[in-house]
């Protein structure tokens, strides 16, 4: 049977070599990925073809994403605690300046508090999130499936559209403590005026933040009382603990060996998003960045770039121009 009927064929492309093509442009520009050919495998290809075969590549994931599915990442270990992160960052568009790309992080731990795997949804500015929010919540519901008795939290920078979405799908929330702590260095630049007393006395709240309970509150309440409190960090900081102070319970999660900050979206704001497309002089169409956020969702996802392509290689697409 031919390769076309058979689907074989995309863009003109193998799936062998539209594989390789499409992670590298995932990765790099077209100009880039067209020097990384010709240099390291001696194949000349123009930047159109590249983004052509990448065009049809993320056509099969937008057409097959909710039908394929994926499986969960293999873990051997036991699952002790998922964190569910969501963040935004932005990135340019084309005739509409820098708008916000939303980011989704779905984190496994095991009982010593070791990240184990993630899985990572990111989606291209739109009028409001309703997309994302969509898509999201659908691999929540997918990964709650298979691990329905594990606790769920869900850490976030204390954005109010973040907890209106994670409160119903966690058991608990949790503002991330290195946000806290950035507000607690502004309030130490206004408290004292030499450097080796605002250390100290960071060192020391940070240290009962982190580790002693109602500790937020202790703190608040000598935010408040201090005689410079109308100054603009110290108010932002007052302003920051009192809106977060019923999620800043950090003690009981060290304890239990459960992550309390949000590093591991804020490395995927920068991985999936600006490390490719906020580089210099870049900017995008809605469609084109979709694609890319997509493959990159796949590709740093544990397991699901290997899954797409067995699919593809398995069921065929209708996938020739």
Not at 21 to 34: F, H, P
Not at 93 to 121: C, D, P, Q, W
Not at 290 to 318: H, P
């Amino acid at each position: 049977m031919p390769l076309e009927n058979r689907c074989r064929i995309i863009a003109d492309s193998t799936p062998k070599c539209a594989r390789l093509l499409s992670w590298k442009y995932s990765e790099m520009s077209g100009g880039k990925v067209r020097d990384d050919l010709r240099e390291n495998h001696a194949v000349s290809m123009s930047i159109l073809h590249i983004q052509r075969v990448f065009e049809e590549v993320g056509g099969i994931m937008k057409e097959k994403e909710a039908e394929w599915g994926y499986e969960m990442p293999t873990i051997r270990e036991e699952v002790a605690c998922i964190a569910i992160c969501c963040d935004g960052t932005t990135a340019p568009v084309r005739e509409e300046g820098h708008k916000e790309v939303m980011v989704g992080s779905i984190s496994f731990y095991n009982t010593a508090g070791e990240r184990l795997e993630s899985i990572y949804t990111a989606c291209a500015p739109e009028k409001g999130k309703a997309v994302f929010e969509a898509i999201f919540a659908q691999e929540i519901e997918e990964v709650k499936q298979c691990y329905p008795k594990v606790h769920y939290m869900g850490i976030a920078d204390g954005a109010s559209w973040n907890w209106g979405f994670l409160e119903p799908r966690t058991d608990e929330q949790l503002t991330d403590f290195f946000h806290a702590q950035t507000y607690l260095t502004g309030a130490s630049e206004v408290m004292f005026r030499k450097k080796d007393e605002r250390k100290a006395w960071l060192g020391t709240a940070s240290h009962q933040l982190k580790h002693k309970a109602q500790s937020a509150e202790a703190i608040l309440e000598e935010l408040k009382k201090s005689p410079k409190s109308g100054r603009e960090k110290m108010e932002k900081a007052i302003t920051y603990f009192t809106n977060q102070l019923k999620r800043m319970n950090y003690a009981t999660f060290v304890q239990k060996n459960q992550p309390i900050g949000s590093g591991v979206i804020e490395a995927a704001c920068k991985t999936l998003v600006n490390q490719r497309l906020c580089n210099s002089g870049m900017r995008w169409h809605s469609d084109a960045m979709d694609n890319i956020l997509m493959a990159r969702s796949l590709i740093y996802s544990a397991d699901r770039w290997e899954q797409f392509w067995k699919k593809v290689d398995r069921y065929g697409i209708n996938c020739t121009s």
